[in-house]
Nanobody
Framework: QVQLVESGGGLVQAGGSLRLSCAAS????????MGWYRQAPEKQRELVAR???????NVADSVKGRFTISRDNAKNTVYLQMNSLKPEDTAVYYC?????????????????WGQGTQVTVSS
């Protein structure tokens, strides 16, 4: 019912910047929260940052001051501006969205994930 398409990953040198984008499409009634998670090799997936439809944000301590999450509600798109990148930021970054959609059974909740985009930071 909800599809997320990510873009913007790539290879960058330490200290560089990247901007990730994630666009949501489908038959959703609302997108309450959009966010970014990441998973490095042999590590668990972790929250990077998330933002509500009202603009409230939650950012991981490890990226505070370097990463900024923003959202364009009109475009159903969330962005992650990543500055001062470090090799330890290397991971697959996943977009996530949660909200409601309409089905034959009524209004239901969804929790959607993108396919992931690789971010590699070289030292």
């Amino acid at each position: 019912q909800v599809q997320l398409v990510e873009s913007g990953g790539g290879l960058v040198q330490a200290g560089g910047s990247l901007r990730l984008s994630c666009a949501a499409s489908g038959s959703m009634l609302s997108i309450n929260v959009m966010g970014w998670y990441r998973q490095a090799p042999e590590k668990q997936r972790e929250l990077v940052a998330r933002i509500t439809s009202g603009g409230s944000t939650n950012v991981a301590d490890s990226v505070k001051g370097r990463f900024t999450i923003s959202r364009d509600n009109a475009k159903n798109t969330v962005y992650l501006q990543m500055n001062s990148l470090k090799p330890e930021d290397t991971a697959v970054y996943y977009c996530n969205a949660g909200g409601t959609y309409s089905s034959t059974g009524g209004v239901r909740l969804y929790d959607a994930w993108g396919q992931g985009t690789q971010v590699t930071v070289s030292s």
